[in-house]
């Protein structure tokens, strides 16, 4: 465990240092999220019917998708590990005493905290003080506060935990593009970062529920804007557990099973 913790700690401050990058990120996020904000009010405005969710806590849940884009984004990953199973010298990660599925966990864990330790804060404050209705509004008690930390931190690891599928996956279709494409597609869309779980069509709703993709936005972002009451946020964490527990126990065993069959070619 030690050795997982200094990786997620050196990666952490390496991290860090991409300070301009993040500049340009929370500029671009803005952009993205006033656009999202004047597509959903248009939407409203001629609704014919009452929407599930209101648009003031549809408008919290898109500056939250903004300001934690790097928790809940698939796209965002490490090409410096594609790179490393594509050529082969994935030989030199295998000659490491510690295991390779913790190892790589750790990295990919500090690469989406530093990110968003540097993005987050600049877009939650100036967000917060937007003119109503556009503004970020803070949840209305200290337990939704809490069940909301405790829901997005859960929704990044189960999120990492995802995303080890799709660098597992590339054992096999040796295609980091591919890979990405499939599993960006399924997890932004099902998470609800397209389209609000709400607002999809019952059927679509009932598939989203059923894969663990919901759970790594969607839930966190509703329960900090009141729209799933807190003993529901209280059942739902169980939830995140439990497909976390699954999720890095399979992937656990997908690596190991890839591992036995890899093959290296070079000289």
């Given at each position: ?19 301009t990058a993040a500049l340009a990120g929370v500029a671009t996020q803005f952009f993205w999220g006033f656009i999202m904000i004047m597509v959903f ?227």
């Amino acid at each position: 465990m030690k050795v997982y913790l200094s990786v997620l700690k050196l990666r952490l401050s390496m991290g860090m240092q991409y300070r301009t990058a993040a500049l340009a990120g929370v500029a671009t996020q803005f952009f993205w999220g006033f656009i999202m904000i004047m597509v959903f009010e248009a939407f409203y405005e001629h609704a014919s019917s009452t929407p599930p969710i209101s648009l003031k806590e549809l408008i919290q849940y898109i500056w939250l998708q903004q300001a934690f884009l790097v928790f809940v984004m698939m796209w965002f990953r490490d090409n410096e590990l594609f790179d490393l199973i594509t050529s082969g010298n994935i030989s030199y990660e295998l000659c490491r005493p510690n295991g390779l599925y913790g190892f790589w966990y750790a990295k990919l864990l500090a690469q989406r905290l530093s990110s968003a330790i540097l993005r987050c804060f600049p877009i939650l404050i100036i967000a917060y003080f937007l003119p109503d209705p556009y503004n970020l509004e803070l949840p209305h008690s200290n337990t939704a506060f809490l069940l909301f930390v405790s829901a997005l931190l859960l929704g990044l690891l189960l999120l990492v935990s995802i995303s080890m599928f799709l660098y597992i996956s590339v054992f096999v279709t040796l295609s980091p593009m591919g890979s990405l494409l499939v599993f960006g597609v399924l997890s932004e869309f099902f998470a609800g970062l397209i389209i609000p779980v709400p607002l999809m069509p019952d059927w679509l709703q009932q598939i989203a529920n059923v894969l663990p993709f919901r759970w790594t936005a969607d839930f966190p972002f509703r329960v900090y804007s009141g729209h799933i009451p807190e003993h529901e946020a209280a059942i739902g964490i169980l939830v995140q557990l439990s497909y976390l527990i699954v999720l890095i126990w399979l992937g656990r065993k997908a690596l190991n099973g890839v591992l036995k069959k890899v093959v290296v070619q070079g000289g």
